[in-house]
């Protein structure tokens, strides 16, 4: 961890102190810190969905008023994605992720206040910009504290709050609604985020090789290499290195240098394919089982098991991953996906296949997009991680919007379900492909 030639300083190596670290109590509570951080992202981003029916019936406004609502959340995130995270590479994870979380704890406080639909439109797209930077920051900064080892696992643990954090949402509106109001949701939406805000305050490291890189007051970094590692001897005089050089330069710019722009075109176009597939499948299966000749609540449930495989893929996607390699694991789930979305259409009079359709494909494609964010994490050294997964995500996130678009013109052109789901497919086949490309590439 340390050395000390004669006469020199003594030397403490980041690097070697994560590698060489237990999981302890500090571990845990980062872990915990930034899992809810993107639980309660979650929570929101799926909150809208679920006061809908609400909403529509207090105001008496058309469901298709909504739908511009709907868009201006995801707009927002997109850009957030896009401008935010570079911040994060600039001033820290710390600071990013309890301004960001304050701040939608206080768009969501907000928005119980509101009574037209112009104005949930507005609170809707500058809630989601808030919430766009704190996906990749949460995972650069977990990934940051954890070895080799154990570094991809932890960050699609991490990330995995997201999808908790989604169909939570559901169970809390589905109590609160009926009791309380609508806006009940907003309210305890807020709270939790705030009262989470004020924890991190005191709680939440900052990452130990962005403050060393960004050549912060060295008293910070001790500051938390001694709570990672109580038995570091750490004063004045040491001298606390990582094995990164200091980049210079605007880190979406350095997402193009030095060999990296082919890796990163096909990180952008895998998290765009396997983003259309995500929102097209989480919008439109419901409706489109419901048209099959199933009743709503088994429609929803079977929509819902489309989260589940993907809640299993994230938690176990991380063990194949370090045993296996990124390229090969995701490959395998990209080709199984577009196997699996083809066949939804065709086994849909079958409900037991129906199912195995639906979670394989959860799996696959909810699963494996935590996997594509910590490719990214990984892939990226620690001046651009924040900017690289953030990036991979906003351009990702175009596809979110645009594949539910394409679905809805689709069914409008009275395309037949086995049609639409062998057209869902083909993003899947070009995310595989992709995936072999880089595995090349790399």
């Not at 997109?78 to 710390?94: A, E």
């Not at 938690?315 to 390699?325: A, C, K, M, P």
Request: aromatic share 10%.
């Amino acid at each position: 961890m340390s050395s000390q030639a004669r006469g020199a300083a003594p030397t403490v190596n980041v690097d070697q102190v994560v590698e060489q670290g237990r999981f302890g109590a500090f571990q845990f509570g980062l872990l915990l810190l930034c899992g809810l951080c993107l639980i309660v992202d979650g929570f929101d981003v799926q909150a809208m969905g679920y006061v809908a029916p609400a909403i529509i019936g207090d105001w008496g406004v058309s469901k298709a008023s909504l739908g511009p609502v709907f868009g201006a959340g995801l707009f927002g995130m997109l850009l957030g994605s896009l401008v935010l995270t570079p911040v994060g590479d600039r001033y820290g994870r710390r600071p990013v992720l309890i301004v960001s979380t304050l701040f939608f704890a206080v768009c969501m406080l907000a928005t119980t206040q509101v009574t037209t639909i112009n104005q949930l439109l507005v609170l809707r797209f500058i809630t989601g910009f808030g919430l766009g930077s704190i996906m990749p920051n949460a995972m650069a900064l977990v990934g940051e504290f954890s070895p080799s080892s154990s570094r991809v696992t932890r960050m699609m643990l991490v990330s995995c709050g997201f999808t908790v954090g989604a169909a939570a949402g559901g169970f809390v509106s589905a109590a609160l609604i009926p009791a309380y109001g609508w806006h009940s949701v907003f309210w305890v939406g807020g709270a939790v985020p705030l009262l989470l805000g004020i924890a991190m305050l005191f709680w939440l490291p900052e990452s130990i090789q962005f403050l060393v890189l960004r050549r912060r007051p060295q008293a910070k970094a001790a500051r938390w290499l001694r709570k990672l590692d109580p038995s570091i001897a750490v004063d004045a005089s040491t001298r606390i290195v990582v094995k990164e050089a200091k980049a210079d330069g605007m880190p979406v710019a350095e997402l193009f240098r030095e060999g990296r722009t082919g890796i990163t075109l096909l990180l952008w176009l895998i998290s765009f394919m396997n983003l259309i597939n995500l929102y097209f499948l989480s919008n439109w299966l419901p409706t489109l089982i419901h048209d099959a000749g199933y009743p709503t609540g088994m429609a929803v449930l079977i929509g819902t098991s489309l989260q589940v495989g993907g809640v299993v893929g994230t938690l176990t996607l991380g063990w194949f991953i370090n045993r296996y390699g990124f390229t090969k694991v995701l490959g395998c789930c990209f080709v199984a996906a577009c196997v699996a979305i083809a066949l939804i259409g065709k086994v849909a009079a079958v409900p037991a296949f129906l199912f195995i359709a639906v979670v394989v494909a959860g799996f696959c494609i909810v699963g494996g997009q935590p996997a594509v964010n910590a490719l990214a994490g990984t892939y990226y050294p620690t001046a651009l991680r924040s900017t690289g997964i953030g990036w991979a995500l906003g351009i990702g996130r175009i596809g979110s919007v645009v594949g539910p678009v394409i679905g809805g013109q689709l069914i409008a052109m009275q395309w037949s379900n086995a049609s639409l789901f062998v057209a869902a497919a083909v993003p899947a086949l070009i995310s595989a492909l992709t995936v072999a490309r880089l595995h090349r590439v790399r």
